[in-house]
């Protein structure tokens, strides 16, 4: 957890299939849990109990998410990477609108992503390398359309950890984040 334990603006970040709480790039997330705080956004990020069972990594998702709202929290985005877009796009979707109003995903893999149709409503923004040779950016644009739209960013260069373009998403997403 970063930032004040009663924020009522969290952002949740889950990785991949391997679990851990860096991130895409070697450390996203934990960049957005040092400059989000400041603005008074709470950053929490979870590692999975059970990496790769994607029922189980939803429940812990969600579970976390019921404790961050006992202490304050009300409006959530969430955040997945590779195998962790489908529990982001899951998670949201078991929630309303007014309580998770934007999701966002890396590289993501489009198994597991078809409650992604229920999210039309929501802001909805997609970053996929050009380079990724573990799913290719196809994924992505498969889960866009199953959503009915939403915003995809193609990262030239940028391969599956979405190096070398950390620094620009983590530019995108200070300015994105506070918005939604």
Known sequence: WHGPADADRVVVCVGGAMGGLLGPDG???HQLGRQLPPQ???VLRISYRRPNHLETCVHDTLAMMELAARNGGQRFAVLGHSFGGAVAIQAAAKLDKAAVPA???FATQSAGCEPAEELADRNLLFFHGTDDRILPPQSSEMVRFLAGGGELVL????DHALHPAGEEILARLLTHLPEV
């Open 103 to 105: 999701v966002v995903t």
């Open 155 to 158: 990262l030239p260069g940028a």
């Open 27 to 29: 450390g996203l997330y």
């Open 40 to 42: 008074g956004i709470g």
